[in-house]
């Protein structure tokens, strides 16, 4: 075994993980304070045996990240894998879309390197911050060799969580982040790694295309008593997809469908995802999709399902059964 350290990219985004000004104990703090080449010193002196080299993208929360910010994310992603001198890849995310961000990585990006996004539920400067705990953490999964393969990852609460799988489910706890369908891919400590089972996407190539842009796709909440109004609305300011985010399995009233099944209808790709913090919306349940022209998001969320679709229309995928393609796959 070769003794010399993994040299690993990392790439800043801002986030509460790079926060500051709390005071400690206060709640208010400003995400992306403190700049990437700050946090990596930081590590630094906890003494880790891997090479960092630090490369800001951007300070903000990650409540305003966007396709510029993606677009260079995984532009030096890209370089990182073709730099045979880079062994693997980690990005500072703020945690409120970091499974956004996640999965269009996890879409875009061949599985030949460890990929793997980091954040923290508490700023730099506050007691009990958890920023550099699972920084270390990322820097413990991006140095084994073993955690290439499995797609893009995201490192919290001393767990690995698949990209596609993650999503953040509490506000404010430390443990935040929950994985469906698949339970954890590992834990992990400052002080080991304990992967559950192989690699699973060995050598893949990217999924899809990195897009030149993202079009407009909106998400569309199921209330009881609602009419079919709000649909017409998201066609009306150029909607190019359309997620529902239904009740139980991606249900909404009668009108709402309809109205979807229109815009269907007239070429606009629609996805029945739900509100529902957990779950599978299957096809054909309670809507008959192949009648109506409607997609079932399957296990992703509202969020996620909007990202896929984005990438899917980006790439020239519109027709309902290839859009459900991506989605069952």
């Excluded at 104990?25 to 995400?31: I, L, M, N, S, V």
């Amino acid at each position: 075994m070769s003794n010399i350290p993994p040299r690993i990219l990392v790439l800043g985004t801002g986030g509460t993980i790079a926060g500051a000004g709390s005071g400690g104990t206060g709640a208010g703090y400003r995400p992306g304070g403190l700049s990437i080449e700050v946090l990596v010193g930081h590590l630094a002196a906890l003494g880790l045996s891997a090479e960092l080299l630090p490369q800001e993208i951007a300070r903000i929360g990650s409540q305003d990240i966007g396709f510029a910010e993606w677009q260079a994310l995984h532009a030096a992603c890209m370089g990182a894998l073709a730099d045979p001198s880079v062994d693997a890849v980690i990005a500072t995310h703020g945690t409120d879309t970091a499974e956004e961000t996640g999965l269009l990585l996890d879409l875009t990006l061949p599985t030949t390197k460890p990929i793997v996004l980091v954040g923290a539920m508490r700023p730099a400067d506050a007691v009990g911050a958890d920023g550099m705990r699972n920084f270390a953490n990322a820097v413990k999964v991006a140095s084994d060799p073993a955690a290439a393969g499995r797609g893009v990852m995201l490192v919290m609460g001393d767990a690995v969580l698949a990209a596609r799988d993650a999503r953040k489910a509490a506000t404010s706890s430390i443990d935040a982040f929950k994985s469906f369908p698949r339970g954890s891919l590992a834990r992990v400590t400052p002080s080991g790694l304990d992967w559950f089972g192989p690699p699973h996407r060995v050598g893949e190539a990217a999924r899809y295309a990195f897009p030149t842009g993202l079009p407009r796709v909106a998400i569309l909440t199921a209330g009881a008593g609602m009419d079919e109004q709000p649909v017409k609305a998201l066609l009306g300011i150029g909607c190019k997809g359309v997620v529902l985010a239904g009740m139980g399995q991606g249900n909404a009233p009668a009108s709402v469908i309809t109205a979807l099944a229109e815009a269907a209808a007239a070429g606009v790709p629609v996805v029945r995802s739900t509100r529902v913090d957990e779950g599978i919306v299957d096809r054909n349940v309670e809507e008959d999709d192949d009648a109506i022209g409607l997609v079932a998001a399957r296990a992703l969320g509202p969020a996620k399902a909007r990202m896929l679709l984005m990438v899917l229309i980006a790439n020239g995928v519109t027709d309902a059964a290839r859009v459900q393609a991506g989605f069952d796959g």
